[in-house]
């Protein structure tokens, strides 16, 4: 089955920093790629998510790349804040006929004000 | 829309007991998944439902099982529940279809302990 490995398991960066967390996978069938956000506390909260036939997207802040050939995939946050504190997690599937989400095991984010 | 609800919030058993736990998707959203999370295995897939049907299943023992109605809801039980049960289990729900097929919507979670 597929197995989804994710570095670095803490980072913390100073406030209106950069954060580079990323993914790598194991089953070339896995087409989309979310990441998910979770507070203490809380239900983890997609964030941002790239198929397979994007290399690439942005959302303000927030961006992840994919490189299929390569099987790996990462999230990018720009000029950081107090508030991206949380564990950020990426997964991976087979797609909508197939929603059996592998998880990374999570990366804590602690960005310092 | 109202989000993805989970049933009940909380829950204390003891070993050998048994547990139903239920979760409620978004309305309109068919796929229903459940993933249970530790702090020592993180987030792990379950299985999940689709048209009542159980589509696809993770690495769990058959003490593991769940259903889902016609309404879509689904429920997950546990029998001879074991101290390392004790989890958060979340549910997500998923559309399928249209342009956000892809995404999952996770609920609050039930905390599970078992004694």
């Known amino acids: 089955g597929e197995n989804v490995e994710q570095h670095p398991s803490t980072l913390s960066v100073q406030e209106g920093d950069s954060a580079v967390i990323k993914c790598t996978y194991s089953?070339?069938?896995?087409?989309?790629f979310p990441w998910y956000k979770q507070e203490l506390g809380k239900r983890p909260q997609l964030i941002i998510d790239?198929?397979?036939?994007?290399g690439e997207k942005k959302d303000q802040r927030i961006a992840v790349t994919l490189n299929k050939t390569a099987k790996h995939f990462s999230l990018h946050i720009t000029e950081t804040q107090p508030e991206d504190s949380a564990v950020y997690f990426c997964?991976?599937?087979?797609?909508?006929?197939?929603?059996?989400?592998?998880f990374g095991a999570g990366t804590r984010l602690t960005v310092k004000p | 829309k109202a989000g993805v609800t989970q049933t009940p919030r909380y829950l204390i058993k003891t070993r050998g007991q048994q547990v139903t736990l239920s979760c409620s998707p978004i309305?309109?959203?068919?796929?229903v998944s459940w993933y249970q999370q530790t702090p020592g295995q993180g987030l792990q897939f379950l299985f999940e439902?689709?048209?009542?049907?159980?589509?696809n299943k993770g690495n769990f023992p058959g003490r593991f099982s769940g259903r889902q109605f016609s309404n879509s809801r689904s429920e997950m039980n546990v029998s001879t529940l074991e101290l390392g049960d004790s989890a958060l289990y979340l549910c997500?729900?998923?559309?399928?279809?249209?342009?956000?097929?892809?995404?999952?919507?996770f609920g609050p979670g039930t905390r599970l302990t078992v004694t």
């Open positions: 309305s309109g959203h068919r796929s």
């Open positions: 089953d070339s069938a896995s087409n989309y």
């Open positions: 790239i198929r397979s036939n994007v």
């Open positions: 439902y689709f048209s009542e049907t159980q589509r």
């Open positions: 997964a991976a599937s087979r797609g909508r006929r197939n929603n059996d989400m592998r």
């Open positions: 997500a729900s998923s559309p399928v279809t249209g342009l956000e097929s892809y995404e999952q919507y």
